[in-house]
């Protein structure tokens, strides 16, 4: 019998180790970005930036008209990330690089509404 228990012990022992280098490893792999999938860039413009940015962008509001904006993707991707003092809102932790280039590619998308 106490042969037994002392393989039990063993057992437990080796199954506890195991699941404490499991949880270890996976703790020490690097986070991997959620992938971009479902993001609906045009419901996101509505809700977020429609606000400011009039008719998705088509037309300024409080902010300007971005549809044929003359400024440069980079400019753009600052401005969203970083936002401007007193005008707009720093977007940079809420959003990837990711999703601020389907954001810009949105952007210049932007074509006058028909009708």
Not at 14 to 20: K, P
Not at 33 to 56: I, K, M, R, W, Y
């Amino acid at each position: 019998m106490k042969l037994h228990a002392r393989k039990i012990a063993a057992l437990l022992s080796a199954v506890l180790a195991a699941s404490f280098v499991g949880t270890a490893l996976v703790q020490a792999q690097p986070a991997t970005p959620a992938p971009d999938n479902g993001f609906d860039v045009e419901q996101l413009f509505a809700g977020t930036c429609g606000f400011c940015h009039s008719d998705g962008g088509r037309a300024a509001g409080r902010g300007p008209q971005l549809m044929n904006s003359p400024r440069d993707d980079d400019f753009i991707r600052d401005r969203i990330k970083n936002g401007k003092s007193g005008a707009m809102p720093a977007f940079g932790a809420a959003f990837s690089d990711a999703q601020i280039d389907q954001i810009i590619k949105y952007i210049r998308a932007l074509k006058p509404r028909e009708g």
